[in-house]
């Protein structure tokens, strides 16, 4: 079982930044592949920046890539998303997962076992 606590949400100006954090507890946090989703009122949810158990390969999606970048640090069970940039439409409720998987990034939220209760972003014009 993992539980995760996201931390870091808040009010922003449009360009401002935001470092989301994912804090999981457990003792096999470096066997778990890890993502951040988002999900506004009114849209589906998505997947916005995945990474693998090690760290060593990530998946940003379209719609941020080259503004967010996802990292974890194994010793600390903790993985982030440094939010640049941000657009009035990054605005949303913002989700870590994890899957016990030693394999490439997941995108598919179906793919995930465990959810945190999410941190609100929200971006002002």
């Known amino acids: 079982q993992v539980q995760l606590v996201e931390s870091g949400g808040g009010l922003v100006q449009a360009g401002g930044s935001l470092r989301l954090s994912c804090a999981a507890s457990g003792r096999t946090f470096s066997s778990y592949a890890m993502g951040w989703f988002r999900q506004a009122p009114g849209k589906e949810r998505e997947c916005v920046a995945a990474?693998?158990?090690?760290?060593?390969?990530?998946y940003s999606a379209d719609s941020v890539k080259g503004r967010f970048t996802i990292s974890r640090d194994n010793l600390k069970n903790t993985v982030y998303l440094q939010m640049n940039s941000l657009k009035p439409e990054d605005t949303a409720l913002y989700y870590c997962?994890?899957?016990?998987?030693?394999?490439?990034?997941?995108?598919?939220?179906?793919?995930?076992?465990?959810w945190g209760q999410g941190t609100q972003v929200t971006v002002s014009s």
């Open positions: 990474i693998s158990w090690s760290g060593g390969s990530t």
């Open positions: 997962a994890a899957d016990r998987y030693l394999g490439f990034p997941l995108v598919v939220g179906l793919e995930y076992d465990y």
